[in-house]
């Protein structure tokens, strides 16, 4: 191979690191894939957006928000203590449950609501499964002055009541999902149907990297600040990039947050850690990129968790954001191309690591984030202690105390 | 020529009107599903619309829902629905079958496999609602070789731009969505229907039927009047359900499907 083929192999590779392609494809995965009724909401939302998103002004709106109503740059924490378990590679936290609202959610709501103010909708709606997406979405809505209703599996309301609680407070109408499991995905489902029904008036506000192009998109570039900011205060704190990055996998929109700005960067090893509820091996679980196969769920072509027929399997975990059979298609082109390394741990493992950095660190961790925590202090007994490892800690644990005092038998 | 096409062609030297039930395969089980096609049949279906039941069906309303989930209870999968039609076709070799659904159980059967399959069994055409042309450039030319039609929709949102597409890519007939919403919604603005049908129709020389909100004979009649045929889903599957209830007489397969006759009585005499 000539030195001008090889560069213009690379180059097309680094491009896709901007990915989509133009169709909204990552590789083989991606792409649109709704009814004919969204088609034109879904294409006008990927041309507003490619224009916006060109406008040094919109991220000028948009840094502002970060800063004086989220609360960003969320601080890169040394956990000492912690690495001293792990006894290996020094752990840093990317400190994301120090948001406004407790996650990284907000990040992308702020986002897709700037789009929804810009494209004159006076409606939004969106998916929740544990409720963290539906309060950041609630929150940006009473501050813009939007209507707002948020679907979630009447499962998950049940199990879920505080921070139905803090929607309704929020003025946000919350529309339990009867149908199918009760769950994140039915939620999904009836969001789209809504959609489909008010497509003139409603902006659709998903909370993760997964839907149709050009959400998968959109959401990283919202959420992608967790890396910018983590490559700066790397070289600030320790003078070079992290050699590697943990962060859990759901939907991915975290993880794709923190991973996004490093892709490029080879010597930085990135690991995306799924629920694996009782283990993978068990088929009780939430993890599609380590145990499931590629198919078309929620607009996109994805790893997905289906049975021999096509159809969609229940998932089991520990955490109600992790939840969920499918994943974002940016991750599994990550995953087959070997950019990232898909990895699980238990819900027992999580379940460690949630109590052990409470203790050692004073930090209640959210459930999700136990995840990438548990795989952290793993990966930190394999490295030496003159290297580093960014995790990011996508949210606090508050609404998952009463999963934990369930599981220790005891009620609040 | 394809029979979807050779039955529309003589419908339309006839002045008459395509009538398309839908019913979701396996609902209530396979050897039901089978009797009431044939009922649909005697009872003046010209085409069948047979849906693949799918766990997450995100473009219809709570009836179909209902009606997939019914089905997927007696573990209805796509190479059942196969099965069903292969069965039907032992009585039944004129009347065209259409298989409705969304595309992930034919992503897990594999594309080759389902179209190999589905012609075997004599299934004519299909419709996978999740499937824009532009993602369709697979499973297109794999249908296009066998033979099997591929229907589109076109909702009242289509742009012009798309329309064009969509009419290129299409084959059998072109299916509009009458209303911004899901299956089984009430219809609404029958002008601006009209509207949008009779420039669809400048657009394409397939025949276009109309779907969505179609209930009863007048909400039949009326959009009949502004295009090729009507597609009937919602009411009919809403009917098929009282073979699932319990500790009741159940309905006779033709009191199931009697919906079908009345409206075919309906278009026959405006037709005439």
Redesign the interface.
């Known amino acids: 191979m000539s030195a001008t083929e090889t560069e213009s192999v690379v180059k097309t590779a680094q491009d896709l690191f901007d990915g989509p392609d133009a169709?909204g494809h990552f590789g083989r995965f991606g792409?649109?894939?709704?009814?004919?009724?969204?088609?034109?909401?879904v294409?006008e939302l990927d041309r507003v957006y490619r224009q916006l998103s060109k406008d040094p002004q919109f991220w000028r709106d948009f840094d502002e928000d970060l800063k004086h109503y989220v609360g960003r740059p969320s601080p890169l924490y040394l956990a000492e203590r912690l690495t001293e378990v792990g006894g290996g590679a020094k752990i840093w936290l990317k400190r994301e449950d120090l948001n406004h609202t407790g996650a990284h959610k907000i990040n992308n709501t702020i986002g897709q609501a700037l789009l929804a103010k810009y494209m004159g909708k006076p409606r939004v709606i969106a998916e929740t499964g544990a409720g963290q997406h539906g309060v950041a979405t609630a929150t940006v809505a009473a501050r813009l002055g939007l209507e707002c209703h948020v679907y979630m599996g009447a499962d998950d309301v049940q199990r879920q009541a505080a921070n139905v609680y803090r929607m309704k407070l929020l003025g946000a109408n919350v529309v339990p999902v009867e149908?199918?499991s009760r769950t994140l995905?039915?939620a999904?489902?009836e969001a789209?149907?809504d959609w489909?029904?008010?497509?003139?008036s409603t902006y659709y506000i998903i909370g993760t990297v997964a839907g149709p192009h050009p959400y998968p998109m959109l959401v990283r570039d919202f959420q992608a600040i967790i890396g910018r900011e983590a490559r700066e205060q790397s070289q600030e704190e320790f003078g070079s990039l992290p050699d590697a990055l943990v962060a859990c996998v759901g939907g991915g929109s975290n993880a794709i947050g923190l991973f996004h700005p490093f892709l490029r960067d080879e010597s930085v090893a990135i690991y995306g850690v799924e629920a694996g509820g009782d283990g993978v091996e068990t088929g009780r679980h939430a993890a599609p990129l380590s145990d499931g196969?590629?198919?078309?769920?929620?607009?996109n072509?994805t790893y997905?968790m289906?049975?021999?027929?096509?159809?969609?399997l229940e998932t089991h975990s520990v955490s109600a954001g992790l939840d969920y059979p499918g994943v974002g298609p940016e991750h599994a082109w990550l995953k087959d191309i070997g950019r990232a390394k898909y990895v699980s741990v238990t819900d027992t493992e999580a379940l460690d690591a949630f109590r052990l950095l409470t203790r050692k660190e004073g930090i209640i961790p959210a459930l999700e984030s136990s995840h990438a925590l548990a795989y952290a202090l793993k990966l930190a007994a394999t490295m030496r202690p003159e290297q580093n490892i960014v995790v990011n800690l996508s949210g606090r644990g508050d609404k998952d105390i009463h999963t934990v005092s369930a599981i220790d038998g005891i009620t609040l | 020529m394809s029979r979807i096409k050779q039955t529309l062609a003589t419908l339309r030297e006839q002045g008459r009107k395509a009538l398309i039930p839908y019913l979701v395969a396996g609902d209530p089980g396979a050897e039901e599903t089978v009797a009431l096609m044939h009922q649909l049949v005697a009872d003046g279906a010209d085409i069948i619309e047979l849906g693949i039941p799918f766990s997450d069906p995100s473009s219809d309303g709570p009836v179909i829902q209902l009606g997939a989930e019914r089905a997927l209870r007696k573990g209805t999968g796509l190479r059942h629905v196969l099965e069903m039609v292969a069965e039907f076709r032992q009585q039944d070799n004129n009347t065209p079958i259409v298989l409705m659904g969304y595309l992930n159980p034919l992503e897990a059967m594999g594309y080759e496999t389902f179209v190999s399959r589905a012609k075997t069994a004599g299934v004519d055409g299909v419709l996978i609602v999740d499937m824009p042309v532009s993602e369709a450039n697979e499973l297109l030319p794999l249908c296009r070789e066998s033979e099997l039609d591929v229907i589109f929709l076109v909702a009242p949102t289509t742009t012009d731009k798309r329309l064009s597409g969509i009419c290129e890519h299409s084959s059998g007939y072109i299916y509009y969505v009458s209303l911004k919403g899901v299956t089984g919604a009430a219809l609404s603005d029958h002008g601006d229907i009209e509207q949008r049908v009779t420039s669809l129709r400048g657009n394409t020389e397939l025949p276009v039927v109309v779907g969505f909100g179609i209930k009863d004979p007048d909400s039949a009649c009326a959009m009949a009047a502004i295009s090729d045929g009507v597609i009937v889903g919602s009411a009919l599957v809403e009917r098929i359900a009282g073979l699932s209830k319990s500790g009741q007489t159940l309905p006779t397969y033709a009191e199931c499907t009697a919906l079908i006759a009345d409206i075919r009585a309906g278009l026959d005499q405006t037709a005439r």
């Open positions: 169709s792409g649109v894939f709704v009814g004919e009724t969204l088609m034109a909401a294409e149908s199918g995905k039915d999904m489902n789209l149907r489909a029904t008010n497509v003139d196969k590629p198919g078309v769920l929620h607009g072509r997905l289906s049975d021999e027929n096509g159809q969609i």
